[in-house]
């Protein structure tokens, strides 16, 4: 599986913040987060990061954009309602005109979720080559008085194209909802349900003293944390069995990228040891989809990620949704 | 686990470094008791003592002394 990644320019870090909160400790929220840094979106669309990770990808890879005939994007963050982005990504890309595009809207889930339907295209005879993009930038509707979000959120995006070969080194997947969690983590307004209005731009300040409005990305950190702590480790066993494996049988396990607190939690309940499972928010902090690629990108480049490998990766958040599955590298 | 024990482990998941806090001193008053805190406070009650709380009912929570309360397994 070939990745391109891209991030937009500015970069934003503790420090920066810690001059914006008075008495926020930096060094403190790096320890519970484990973000010291992250790269934000100042004029950079979607599409725009999108575009980026998949050059990145055609540079590095040599790869042959006259042969792709589906493009796959995963976003919650559009250009616009209406048309899709992938659309515009397209015509941007020059990619021929005989080539599916189809957004789909998944947070951390996502890119889990975006693997299970390339697959799909790709083992039906309905595509041969698939562009399957995952970008971000959540960051933009992260109020500057929230704190909580600000610290932990960050913008990117990751590019993979994949063909049969590829495909029949992605397992079996393991996929769910809860929907009654959809006000978990969300936007209120902006939709057709709550349009925009004097209102919805309204800021309140929480106990926790983190401002937002209706316009804002809204995360209740508790509940996404005890759900992640209660659906993550069933779905990892779900999914071993279903690839007829053993967690030892798996060489490296890559999740969202959450937060490091609920990452080591998740790790600890399921009993995985610390030298096969990844954790790396430092400098870019939780991009939402583009998590689990990104860190697949920066695995392989530092080696520990190497062919014939078995890389379990699982995805879960906003919806609430989640999604498990196990690749062998190649 | 005694009073002074728990009060230490309160302090150490907070990340609170000054003097004892007292019993009863507001919640609201001690900085380290703001998101991160809070989540670190929720996440151990959990861990520690097999007990999951919501924000509604830590919005409840006045003061210190409310907060080691809930530092038990039922």
């Known amino acids: 599986m070939k990745i391109g990644v891209a991030f937009p320019e500015t970069i934003l870090t503790n420090d920066d913040l810690a001059k914006e909160y008075p008495n926020w400790d930096p060094q403190k929220a790096f320890e519970s987060t484990g973000v010291w840094a992250r790269h934000i979106a100042k004029g950079e669309l979607v599409s725009d990061l999108a575009i980026a990770s998949a050059l990145k990808l055609f540079e590095e890879n040599g790869a042959d954009k006259s042969e792709i005939d589906f493009l796959l994007l995963c976003t919650q963050t559009p250009d616009y309602i209406e048309p899709a982005t992938s659309c515009i990504i397209h015509e941007k890309l020059g990619l021929k005109k005989n080539c599916g595009a189809l957004d789909f809207s998944l947070g951390c889930s996502g890119f889990v979720y975006g693997l299970s339907l390339a697959k799909g295209l790709l083992v039906s005879d309905t595509a041969t080559n698939v562009l399957f993009i995952a970008s971000d930038i959540s960051t933009k509707y992260v109020n500057r008085m929230d704190k909580a979000n600000r610290v932990v959120l960050g913008d990117g995006a990751a590019a993979v194209l994949l063909d049969a070969d590829d495909a029949r080194n992605i397992g079996a997947f393991s996929l769910g909802t809860d929907g009654s969690g959809w006000d978990c983590l969300c936007i209120p307004a902006g939709g057709a349900a709550m349009p925009y209005s004097e209102e919805t731009k309204i800021e309140a300040t929480d106990f926790q003293g983190n401002t937002r409005s209706k316009e804002n990305l809204f995360m209740d950190g508790t509940a996404v944390y005890f759900f992640a702590i209660d659906t993550v480790p069933p779905l990892v066993a779900e999914t071993l069995e279903k690839n007829e494996l053993q967690i030892d049988d798996i060489d490296l396990f890559v999740f969202h990228q959450a937060n490091k607190t609920i990452l080591n939690n998740l790790r600890e309940a399921i009993g995985i040891p610390e030298d096969k499972f990844y954790i790396n928010l430092t400098d870019k902090g939780n991009t939402s989809e583009a998590t689990i690629p990104i860190a697949l990108s920066e695995l392989e480049k530092s080696g520990r990620l190497r062919t014939g490998m078995r890389v379990l990766i699982a995805g879960f958040g906003v919806g609430l949704s989640w999604g498990c599955t196990i690749l062998k590298w190649k | ?74």
């Open chain 2, 1 to 74: 686990m005694d009073i002074k024990e728990k009060q230490a482990l309160f302090e150490e998941v907070l990340g609170y470094e000054g003097e004892p806090l007292q019993p009863a001193e507001k919640l609201q008053e001690v900085i380290e008791w703001d998101s991160m805190g809070i989540f670190a406070f929720i996440v151990m009650l959990d861990k520690k003592y097999d007990k999951r709380i919501k924000l509604p009912d830590v919005v409840r929570l006045e003061t210190v002394q409310d907060a080691l309360d809930l530092m038990h397994t039922e």
